[in-house]
């Protein structure tokens, strides 16, 4: 038996103990697993509801193409070919199809071919009447400009004033012009009242122009003269003011309220003589016979009787002038 020493009696024990941490880093693979089911989950559902929309045949087609023994199944070497080819819903051939097209139902009954026909025939009708009614505007102007030219001639007063009225034929209408001349003005300087003898020119332009069916435009013009620092009156009013003052005159002269379409200041925006704003020929009265629309010639009966469906297409173009401005009677525009 071995001797045992003090020592040994006395030799400590020692025991170890090993602490366990949490559970550390698992990694990203159960992200990756969730997006791969969250995208199986949606090719299922969009699975779903193709076969909810899509029709008997589509989804027979579709069927047949995953069935190696239809008969249907593609026999010719074009595309891919073999038991996997598939079939198509056209037939073959370049570019032919038995597929019939989506088309709206024709309303008139008439096949496609003779709606298109009648359609344009129609509206080459409608062109027609167009260029009718602008070559008999444009007899009419230069009718009516005869017409001022010769009464301004067989009056000794109003052959004074030839040199105050311009006449010309614009894309817009007939346009009559009533400017100031050196020593010959239409209005006092700065005012709107008339002199006499411009309303005896604004009366005489009213006997021709109530022979015409147009409507008509007034527009006051200055030149570029202006007011003082800080005036409340400038030239906007001071050329509205005339506009006005000629639209009151020739409803004196027989014109009918409802024939004006618009009444406009223009201030010195457009001048007459462009290199010399401060020209006295710059302060002028504008009176213009607007083109007329087709609507309203019709409804003057000014093409006799049309076919319904003429009329229909004539009635659905715009009301307005050519010109673009709205019938506002009275009015004045600042522009």
Do not use: C
């Amino acid at each position: 038996m071995a001797k045992t020493t003090k020592q040994d009696e006395v030799r400590p024990i020692i025991v170890k103990k090993i602490k366990k941490s949490g559970g550390g880093h698992h990694g990203g693979a159960w992200k990756v697993a969730y997006a791969d089911f969250v995208t199986a989950m949606m090719a299922f559902f969009l699975l779903l509801w193709l076969l909810n929309v899509s029709t008997d045949d589509a989804l027979e087609t579709i069927s047949n193409y995953f069935d190696p023994s239809h008969p249907k199944i593609s026999t010719t070497t074009s595309g891919a070919g073999g038991i996997m080819g598939g079939v198509s819903v056209a037939q073959e051939g370049a570019m032919t199809t038995n597929v019939q097209p989506l088309a709206q139902q024709q309303p008139t009954g008439l096949p496609r071919q003779q709606n298109q026909q009648s359609q344009q025939s129609e509206s080459n009708d409608v062109k027609k009447l167009e260029e009718h009614l602008r070559k008999q505007e444009e007899e009419g102007f230069k009718k009516a400009k005869a017409e001022l030219e010769k009464a301004m001639q067989e009056s000794e007063e109003m052959k004074e004033l030839a040199k105050n009225l311009m006449v010309d034929i614009t894309p817009e209408g007939l346009r009559i012009q009533l400017v100031d001349q050196e020593g010959k003005p239409m209005f006092p300087l700065g005012s709107a009242e008339m002199f006499d003898y411009t309303k005896k020119l604004v009366a005489l332009v009213a006997r021709v122009v109530n022979d015409m069916p147009n409507d008509i435009s007034i527009r006051g013009h200055t030149d570029s003269h202006q007011y003082a620092v800080g005036a409340r009156y400038t030239n906007w009013e001071l050329s509205s003011d005339r506009s006005n003052s000629s639209r009151r005159e020739l409803l004196k002269a027989g014109v009918k309220a409802e024939r004006v379409a618009n009444v406009m200041g223009r201030a010195d925006r457009e001048p007459l003589v462009p290199e010399n704003p401060t020209d006295e020929r710059n302060r002028r009265v504008s009176i213009i016979l607007l083109n007329e629309t087709l609507q309203h010639a019709h409804e003057r009966g000014a093409f006799g009787k049309v076919s319904e469906e003429v009329e229909k297409e004539i009635e659905e173009r715009s009301p307005l002038p050519e010109t673009g401005y709205q019938k506002t009677p009275g009015a004045i525009y600042f522009p």
